[in-house]
């Protein structure tokens, strides 16, 4: 896997850099993705996990018709142990 | 059971086991798995959290969890006001596979009570957005009845702070919500030991949720064995009857023909 937290912008002519939010932290993409892309390039399983955009639920369904673009906030929750 | 039980039920689903275990503080999630074994529940709460993004390599909490036997139920552990707890419901419900929600609002760090005017307004509203709310309260009649009268499909009276192991405070409460509610009543928080569940279970609650009992015992697997057979034995002594407490002596044996008298 590539490194993930250093990831570096990327500029050419086709695409513009795109930097979204991710569970609270800067995070850069090459280009605007959809969830199901961001999940697969994160290596995060989509049947496991719940997904907000911009405070929006996505349903999973929805992952990959949703695009998330520059400037964009991302969350990605699971469940861990609990009471 | 000896006596004819009523099924465990909280809004048309049944339940085998009324211990309901968490899923928090385990060593290991291979010794939560054997303990969620021993206790025989079939209902275990699990936290909504922030995935890890820089490291993956962390194991699934779901890979230790049986599915197919264990009933999940998301909690909002955690929040502190009515819009982060009905967030946190909304996407435990889209990463789970039911509407159910263990709602937790919390007023107060130190104690980890419930902000009960919060956790009314956040069951009203996951009510409406069609969740079945079991919510995590103080031991207060009257709360518990506006929690009912919101919605709540079963009301969940601590016994005492969380994770404290105190056992039930206030008994006579406990006693008091069981016999004003018409939903199931879930001692929820205080547990410290198997004797803690049964005095629950003797004051009519219709099941016990804990998770810092079993988890943090020197032996959890062993603790967990002993809380199923003491919410089984509180709950045939509740079913049972008890006798009448009095003041002094009553002879168990005849106290006639006594020998030299």
Known sequence: MSSLSSNPVQYNSASQPVRITLNGDPYDLDQPLSVQELLDRLNIDSRRVAVEHNKVIVKRAAFAATLVGDGDTVEIVNFVGGG | ?261
């Open chain 2, 1 to 261: 059971m000896a006596i004819a039980d009523a099924p465990f039920t909280i809004a048309g689903r049944t339940f085998k086991s009324r211990l309901i275990v968490g899923t928090g503080k385990y060593a290991s999630h291979a010794v939560m798995a054997q303990a969620h074994a021993a206790s025989g529940a079939d209902m275990v709460t699990v936290a909504v959290r922030r995935v890890n993004i820089s490291d993956r390599s962390r194991e699934s909490l779901l890979d230790y969890i049986d599915t197919s036997r264990m009933f999940i139920l998301p909690n909002t552990a955690g929040c502190y006001s009515t819009d982060e707890a009905v967030r946190t419901a909304m996407l435990g419900r889209e990463a789970g596979l039911s509407n159910w929600v263990k709602l937790e609002v919390i007023g107060d760090e130190r104690t980890l009570f419930p902000d009960n005017e919060a956790l009314v307004e956040a069951t009203r509203i996951l009510v409406r957005e069609g969740f079945v709310v079991l919510p995590y309260t103080s031991d207060d009649p009257i709360v518990c009845r506006k929690l009912e009268d919101a919605g709540a499909a079963a009301v969940m009276p601590l016994g005492a702070p969380i994770g404290s192991g105190l056992g039930i405070q206030n008994v006579n409460n406990i006693r008091i919500i069981r016999e004003f509610s018409r939903v199931p009543v879930i001692v929820d928080a205080g547990v410290g030991t198997a004797s803690d569940s049964t005095i629950a279970m003797e004051l009519g609650a219709d099941g016990v949720l804990m998770n810092t009992a079993i988890a943090g015992a020197q032996e959890p697997i062993a603790m967990a064995e002993a809380m199923k057979y003491a919410v089984m034995a509180g709950r045939l002594a509740y079913l049972a009857g008890r006798i009448p407490k009095k003041m002094y002596a009553t002879a168990s044996s005849p106290v006639e023909g006594l020998v030299g008298r």
